[in-house]
């Protein structure tokens, strides 16, 4: 007799589906706690179970197999410049948009209550699952809430799109800003000729009636990279009288007719390919000056700086997205008659991954109290040190676990169906946007250069945690050392950033996570050598004590 079809099918792993993203990941709800979002924690908790729903992973991956389309024109030849999604896109964006991905911490703007303490770590920690159902369009979600940062210098125009920014609700209708109640935003600074260089930029605009801030301009010009075109507005980098300045430009009129944004295709691009990213045109659109004439750089930013740590809280996300998959997938297969995860060989891989996704995430979560921090001084310090520090190493380190998770995976992690080859495809673009990993560098350098007090106030803090913790201490030392380097050979940078990023993320796993995670990260990322691929390095450590807190709860 044939066998049924499920009888024959043995010794595969259950789909990962139906896992809470908040409950199973005991790393992320220590830090969410330890960081200031408690509170937050029954929230969150709900939003765990259904951005990790069979239900909702599935709106990610049809979202990705159905990437949005261009249409210029409608059937009588009349211009439109649309991008039309699948359904599944407008789902994940409306279940983010009603989780407040876009908004919850600045909701207390519109009342003009001061902001609850912890409002951006328990935002991050949404956004954080976010990725895990769908990154593409985290994109969107990021750009609206980070635009928000930069519309503050513009109080008329604060007061006019707010409102419709801070709001838990998405409404993709092509209608003008005006007649929704709810609006994304987008961001346009990368031309052809400069991406890093926006003092490159020749898009140009003129005043309409003696220009100054909050007043209208004619924007003329194109850009390379503009994603999500079908937002409602977007803040945009033009050559004004005074130089370099940012503009509002909404893409539509208050009539409905365009606003002289032509799209001219959307990139095909490696991954991220439910978000779209296009080419335009602007001939002519009218736009409004944010901040001062000549101020572009000042004035974005603020908005640039927030979409940064947004980069490195979804690198974060996508780390333990892998991870948690490859140890599932660990748990249950078998290879000769032993099950994966009992493989010293493979044990000792995947506890080797989780300290990096460990400290990704104790790191990042670090990051987003800074944001929460105000004016205190070690906050605003720490922000600007290591927000280009914690995006460098998290976007950078996260393709490299990605790629050996979907190898524990083994042949099953190739295959589309799986899930594994939407993250690969995905991971690479946070180290490549809001600053590529030297930018980050330069950044770094900048702040040695400009505000070398917030330097040594974030190293000295680094120094207090680090004292009686030998490996800790000497790595105090090569980053003292580094940056006398770096202030004569700007190449020591990388090294630099690296560093200053394994000590902070070595002194959060001291302090926070158990013995056994923390011993192993100090003895394989701080002293001696440092391994070159995960299992590599001279790893003793209590694989599984590591396993079996990394594990999701399907396992
Ligand atoms: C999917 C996707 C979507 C995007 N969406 C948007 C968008 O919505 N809006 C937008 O404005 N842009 C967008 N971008 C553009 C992105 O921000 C830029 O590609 C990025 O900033 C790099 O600019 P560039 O491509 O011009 O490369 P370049 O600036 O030419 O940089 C090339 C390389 O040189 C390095 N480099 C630059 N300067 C130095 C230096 N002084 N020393 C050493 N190395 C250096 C960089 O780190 C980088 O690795 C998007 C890009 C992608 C891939």
Not at 20 to 49: C, H, P
Request: hydrophobic share 45%.
């Amino acid at each position: 007799m044939a066998p049924r079809p499920d009888e024959d099918v043995f010794n595969q792993s259950p789909p990962f589906a139906d896992v809470n993203l908040f409950t199973s990941d005991i790393a992320l709800g220590e830090a969410v706690a330890r960081e200031g979002a408690a509170w937050a924690r029954r929230e969150l908790d709900a939003f765990g179970a259904l951005a990790g729903s069979a239900t909702a992973l599935d709106l990610g991956r049809l979202a990705n197999e159905h990437p949005p389309r261009l249409r210029n024109f409608d059937p009588q030849g009349r211009r439109i410049d649309r991008v039309e999604f699948h359904p599944a896109y407008h789902d994940v964006m409306a279940i983010s948009a009603a989780q407040g991905l876009h908004c919850s911490s600045f909701e207390h703007l519109l009342t003009g209550e001061r902001a609850k303490a912890g409002v951006h770590v328990a935002r991050c920690a949404g956004s954080y699952m976010g990725a895990q159902m769908e990154p593409g369009h985290c994109c969107p979600i990021t750009m609206t809430h980070a635009a928000v940062a930069t519309l503050r210098h513009q109080p008329g125009l604060a007061r006019q799109w707010l409102p419709k920014i801070l709001v838990r609700d998405y409404d993709p209708s092509p209608r003008p800003a005006e007649a929704k109640r709810a609006v994304t935003f987008g961001m346009g600074m990368t031309e052809r000729q400069g991406g890093t260089d926006v003092r490159a930029n020749t898009t140009s605009a003129e005043p309409i009636d003696g220009g100054g801030p909050g007043k209208a301009y004619r924007i003329t010009g194109h850009k390379w990279f503009l994603s999500a075109p079908m937002s409602d507005a977007f803040l945009v980098l033009a050559q004004a009288k005074g130089g370099l300045s940012c503009f509002l430009v909404p893409r539509l009129r208050p009539d409905g007719a365009l606003n002289g944004l032509r799209l001219l295709r959307l990139k095909d691009k490696l991954g991220n390919r439910s978000n779209a990213s296009s080419e335009v045109e602007f001939d002519g659109a009218e736009g409004v000056l944010v901040g001062e004439d000549g101020r572009g750089i000042a004035t974005i930013i603020d908005m640039v700086t927030f979409t940064r740590l947004d980069c490195a809280i979804s690198s974060a996300g996508l780390m333990r997205q892998a991870l948690a998959r490859a140890v599932h997938h660990a748990w249950y297969r078998s290879v000769f008659q032993k099950r994966l995860i009992d493989q010293p060989l493979m044990a000792q891989v995947l506890a080797d991954m989780a300290l990096d996704a460990e400290a990704a995430t104790a790191l990042a979560f670090r990051l987003a109290r800074a944001f929460d921090g105000g004016d205190d001084a070690s906050e605003a310090a720490y922000r600007r040190l290591m927000t280009p520090v914690t995006k460098y190493w998290l976007c950078k380190t996260a393709p490299a676990l990605v790629g050996e998770a979907m190898e524990c995976m083994g042949g099953n992690g190739y295959v589309e169906e799986g899930g594994f080859p939407l993250l690969y495809r995905e991971v690479p673009v946070n180290a490549i946007w809001e600053g590529s990993g030297n930018v980050m560098c330069l950044d770094v350098l900048r702040v040695i250069e400009k505000e070398p007090e917030a330097v040594e106030r974030v190293v000295s803090e680094l120094e207090d945690a680090s004292r009686g913790e030998a490996r800790l201490e000497s790595a105090v030392e090569a980053v003292r050392a580094l940056l006398s380097e770096c202030a004569r050979d700007q190449r020591a940078a990388r090294s630099l950033v690296e560093q200053l990023a394994v000590l902070a993320g070595g002194t959060l796993l001291l302090r926070h996570a158990p013995q056994a995670v923390s011993d192993a990260f100090l003895a394989t990322r701080l002293a001696g050598r440092w391994h070159s691929t995960y299992g590599a390095g001279s790893i003793r450590s209590d694989t599984g004590a590591i396993l079996a807190r990394a594990a999701p709860s399907l396992c």
